[in-house]
């Protein structure tokens, strides 16, 4: 069974750093495409980055050239290194995997109709 826990959430100043992390068991990768998915308060989820097992990544506009996804296969960790936040960057973030039609066709909307996510970790940034 796919298993995905976040870590790495917290409360900085806007232009700060934070680095979220994503444990995942129960699948192969090579089969999987993985990404970040974020929702803010009263929005609708969003995607933000997303990475196949060759590291090919995308990226939603408005975290380019800020943020940057990487995945470790040999730890099974995905990674969102996250710089230059924004106030608009607060949000929940999640983890989220599954086959890779389904990620490009979730990305970068809300991700509907991926099967496998985790709970989320919480990101606050204050201006």
């Known amino acids: 069974q796919v298993q995905l826990v976040e870590s790495g959430g917290g409360s900085v100043q806007a232009g700060g750093s934070l680095r979220l992390s994503c444990a995942a068991s129960?699948?192969?990768?090579?089969?999987?495409?993985m990404g970040w998915f974020r929702q803010a308060p009263g929005k609708e989820r969003e995607g933000v980055a997303v990475?196949?097992?060759?590291?090919?990544?995308s990226y939603a506009d408005s975290v380019k050239g800020r943020f940057t996804v990487s995945i470790d296969n040999a730890k099974n960790t995905l990674s969102l290194q996250m710089n230059s936040l924004k106030p608009e960057d607060t949000a929940m973030y999640y983890c989220?995997?599954?086959?890779?039609?389904?990620?490009?066709?979730?990305?970068?909307?809300?991700?509907?109709?991926?099967?496998?996510w985790g709970k989320g970790t919480l990101v606050t940034i204050s201006s």
């Open positions: 990475i196949d097992s060759g590291a090919s990544t």
């Open positions: 129960g699948y192969t990768y090579s089969n999987y495409c």
């Open positions: 989220a995997a599954d086959i890779c039609p389904k990620v490009v066709a979730g990305f970068p909307f809300g991700g509907y109709g991926m099967d496998y």
